[in-house]
Each structure stands twice: as structure tokens, then as C-alpha cells.
């Protein structure tokens, strides 16, 4: 054997290794980030020694540094998705074997790259999934509120006596991030290959071309609507920091919505003294309004006054001022984060004018994300729905219960068309798994678990595997960090 043909398989034993070792790096830094960033704030929040901090600094490092970490399980569906059907061909050409197939090659590693990402893919979740889960640090977590203790009763009285109920769903969010990106690049290719039949044929129509551009902007508006939905009505489905940060751009309230929330369960109920009146007089007396006006049983519906909180009677004037003040804090976000992100090829001034658009151009989108809701609140409760609907049919506690409410939802997510077509995408991707969380269970019954297993091991070996085939299909931020890991 010459030495030129040593080292061609030393580079190629390299490059097989290459995509694990990424994998593996990548994972790490995503798990371990959250955690030194927390760490480095309890250090510079406490007077500690030297060894001390470092103590803290070394035991953040090497937390995810274990078995059932992400960072594992990232380079075992990796390297099993690219290292079997390396060895595979590499056993059947030292074997000097041809198979007797009655598909293509090109099917046939179609079919050894998708078996070994679900294989792997299978491996891996049940890695993540080793350790049990702790009910209540799961629950303090997971912020699953009385629907999660609901399931746990359900699930205690159906265990005999000292038997303790388990649980699975440690791995939802992953599964659902997965599921969400291989529908779509199965509705990708399947749109593909449509296109490219209706082309053969001289039938591609104006609609059919524009589809795709209005795909994902409606796949962001159901999304947005969804979640805004939890956000009022069901929080303990929605992450804190997620929760919080819509909290902030919003900036209502939190005793307007607290009003909301209770008409919508029936306890807040107009025309009738039912002891809510203390929820929205201190308002009242906060912004100098009427007494009345906080008591629903005096004041039928809750003027829009109060929703503008401040801004006066209009509800035009309200709509232009909560673009203004959304617009005023997006940009304090968007553009120090552009600038950022961009500071390595910010050489000239056209890529800072690039940085500035797209930081204004996301500013602008917040901004209408926001005014739209509330002017289409109003529009609903107030200006437009009364007038539709005779208030005998659609009384003024089925709007402020859900209906206006229920509007805004389904008209802020729009905005999205003020973003460029890339950003409607992303965003779009990253809404969907999120939203789809809000209305799945946050944990379930272990005996169900084999659902999300198999639902997990197939999302991820269609994308794997796409990611080596056609890694040109896969959309996103994930399919460009897919394709550098992989390639």
C-alpha cells in the first residue's frame, strides 16, 4: 500500500470525524452559554475570592460535560447519521461487493442515510430521556399551572397505593422544533416538485407564484395568534422569559388584563355587582378617570379610554402612540444588535446603512406587531363589532371575554409583511414550534412517550438526512448551521 493511498484515508477517516467533533462543539457551547452567563452574574453580584470564582467558573464548564448531555446527544445523531453509511460503503468496496438493487444508487443512500439518522436520532432521545423527571422542579419550571396538577392527580389515581406516577415530555421543545422544520421541508419539496410539473405544462399561474411569499407570513400571523392567545389567557403555557419580553413591548397594564382574564372566566360580569370593583378603581384613580368606570356594574363595557391608558378617548390617537412608544424601544434593541452582529464586515458606510434598515425595518414590524393589536382591540369591542352585531346578539361581556381579544390576535401577526422575505421566514420557523407548545400538553402520561419518540427520531432523520442530499431544501438559520456542521 503506498503512502498515497494512506493518507488519503487518514484525511478521509479525518473528515468523516469532522462533522461529530462540530457537533459536539456546538451542542456544548448552547447548553454551557446560559449557564456561565448566570454564573459570571452571580460572581460579579457577590463579593467571593479568587478561588472561589473560579470554583463557580470551572463547575459551570464542565456541568453539560456528562453522558445525557445535549452536547452528546448532538454528536451521536451526528456521527450516526454520517459515520454508518461511511463504514457501510467502505466495508462493501473493501469487499470489492456490488448489490444486486433494484433501486438507484442514489436511492439506495437515500435509504442508509435516513435509516441511520433515525436510528441514531432514536439512540439519542432515549439518552435525553435517561434520567426521571422531577415533578416539582419540572412544574417550577415548566410553569405548567393547574392544568399540569390536573394531569398529576389524573395520573395518581390511577397507580395503586405508594406507587408514584411518571412522567415524560423532557424533550417536547426539541421534538417539536424538529417536527415543525421536517413538515416544512416535506411541504418544500412537495412544492418543488409541483412547480416543476405545473412549469412542464405551461400552467404556473400568478397565484401559484405568489403562494409562497404569503405562505409564511401566514404560518408567523397563526403562530403570533396563538401565542398572544396564551399570553392572555393561559401564561403558565408560555416560557418566563417569553412571557416577560412580550410584557415589555406590550406595556399594559397587568390590571386590565387580570379584568379580561376573570370576564372571560365568568367572574368579572357586567350589570351585575359581583365584587370586581376594586380590580379597576385604583386604576381609575390612578389616571384621574371616574370612579364608575372601574365598576362593572355601573359601566357596561370598560370605555377604550382605559385602554389607551392615558392617551385620551381616540382610539386612532392610541394606535399612532403605541407605534411610537414600540418603535422607541425596538430600535433600542435592534440597533445595538445589528451593529453587533455585523461589526466584522461593517467596512464602509453601505453596510452600516444595511445594519440601520434592517434595525428599523424590525422596529417598524414590532411597532405595527403592537398598534395593530390594540386598534384592532378597540375596533372590535367598541368602533366596529358593536355596529355588525346587535348588542342583544354579541353582548358587550362576549367581546371583552374573548372576542377582542381573539381579534387582535388574528390581525397583529400581519405585520410581518413589513419584514424582508428571509426574515418572514426565520421568524416564522421560530414562532411555529413555540406556538404548537402553548397548545400540546408540557408533560404527559410515560406510558405515551413512545408517540414523541417516534415522532422525534423520524423529524429529525427527514432532516438529517436532507441535510446531506439536498441540504439546499432545508431553510433557515438551522439549515445553513446544519450545512457547516455537517459539510
Known sequence: MSSVTIARRHHSSIRVLQPILRAYALGYLSSTTPRIIACLRRIWGHDLSLKEKLKELFGALKSTVRLESFSTFCALV?????LFPFLLLRCLAHRNRRLDLRVSPQRFMWLIRFVSAFLSSWVGFSLLNRKPIKLRRFLAESQSGNESKDAVSQNKSKLGPGMRPQFAGRTMDLTLFSLTRAVDLMVCIGWTQWQRWRKSRNQWSLAERVAPRLADSGMFAASAAIVMWAWFYMPERLPKSYGKWIGEAAKVDDRLVEALRRTRRGVFIYGKDTGQASLLQPMCKDYGWPMEWGDPSKTVPIPCEMVH?????????????????TFKFACATYIPLQVVLRLRSMRSMASFRQAMTAALRSSTFLASFVSIFYYSVCLARTRIGPKIFHRDTVTPRMWDSGLCVGAGCLMCGWSILVE??????????????????TVLPRFYDKQYQHREHIAFATSAAILLTCLQERPDMVRGVFGRVGRSVLM
Open 78 to 82: 451526528v456521527g450516526g447519521s454520517t
Open 309 to 325: 391608558m392615558g392617551c385620551g378617548p381616540s382610539c386612532e390617537k392610541h394606535a399612532v402612540s403605541r407605534f411610537a412608544r
Open 420 to 437: 424582508s422575505a428571509r426574515k418572514r421566514q426565520e421568524m416564522a420557523l421560530f414562532v411555529a414550534p413555540r406556538a404548537a407548545a
